[in-house]
T-cell receptor, first 111, second 115 residues
Framework: SQTIHQWPATLVQPVGSPLSLECTVE??????LYWYRQAAGRGLQLLFY??????ISSEVPQNLSASRPQDRQFILSSKKLLLSDSGFYLC??????????FGNGTRLTVT | AQTVTQSQPEMSVQEAETVTLSCTYD???????LFWYKQPPSRQMILVIR??????QNATENRFSVNFQKAAKSFSLKISDSQLGDAAMYFC????????????FGPGTRLSVLP
């Protein structure tokens, strides 16, 4: 069966520091991969999605970037975090006709 | 572009009663998929139920069922025999039939279950 791992679960970082959130999927090949952000009590904002290695689509201009160095690995990065980057980040995968399957999320606090 | 609307920001239901959450969507596609996700306080996103647009029969998963009205572009979720553990944010989501198609989420409905 397919599983998705996302880490870390919680992260506290100072303003201006770099960020790297990682997500890996097991049990499937060539999945679509997604990064979402969710403010407290709010809906989901799609940040990036990828349909293959090296193929990244950005939905929201910001100081975040994403990379997909391997088929089942998706990384969210920033060179310098802003206070506004605080939030709950969710990685997810989907197959051709499947629903989204989410990781457990990362709670990021920028101080 | 597709849109998903959930017109009820908050709902409440008495334990053991039935509640219906509304969802409407806008699309020009004929084939697509619809989903309901539950997000409890842990914030984990849990798939509750799915519906393929080409299927006329409404999906059912235990106490959860949907009322899918394709012509009206409506996809409501009914929760029967509500339990305290059903308290959560519920998101309606749409997926088009193209590989790589983004998922479109509604803004969510916060459901409270009263003992």
């Amino acid at each position: 069966s397919q599983t998705i791992h996302q880490w870390p679960a919680t992260l506290v970082q100072p303003v201006g520091s770099p960020l790297s959130l990682e997500c890996t999927v097991e049990g499937t090949s060539n999945p679509n991969l997604y990064w979402y952000r969710q403010a407290a009590g709010r809906g989901l904002q799609l940040l990036f999605y990828s349909v293959g290695i090296g193929q990244i689509s950005s939905e929201v201009p910001q100081n975040l970037s994403a990379s997909r160095p391997q088929d089942r690995q998706f990384i969210l990065s920033s060179k310098k975090l802003l206070l506004s980057d605080s939030g709950f980040y969710l990685c997810a995968w989907a197959g051709t006709v499947s629903p989204l399957h989410f990781g457990n999320g990362t709670r990021l606090t920028v101080t | 572009a597709q849109t998903v609307t959930q017109s009820q920001p908050e709902m409440s239901v008495q334990e053991a009663e039935t509640v219906t959450l509304s969802c409407t969507y806008d699309t020009s596609e004929s084939d697509y998929y619809l989903f309901w996700y539950k997000q409890p306080p842990s914030r984990q996103m849990i798939l509750v139920i799915r519906q393929e647009a080409y299927k006329q029969q409404n999906a059912t998963e235990n106490r959860f069922s949907v009322n899918f009205q394709k012509a009206a572009k409506s996809f409501s979720l009914k929760i029967s025999d509500s339990q305290l553990g059903d308290a959560a944010m519920y998101f309606c989501a749409y997926r088009g039939d193209n590989y790589g198609q983004n998922f479109v989420f509604g803004p969510g409905t916060r459901l409270s279950v009263l003992p």
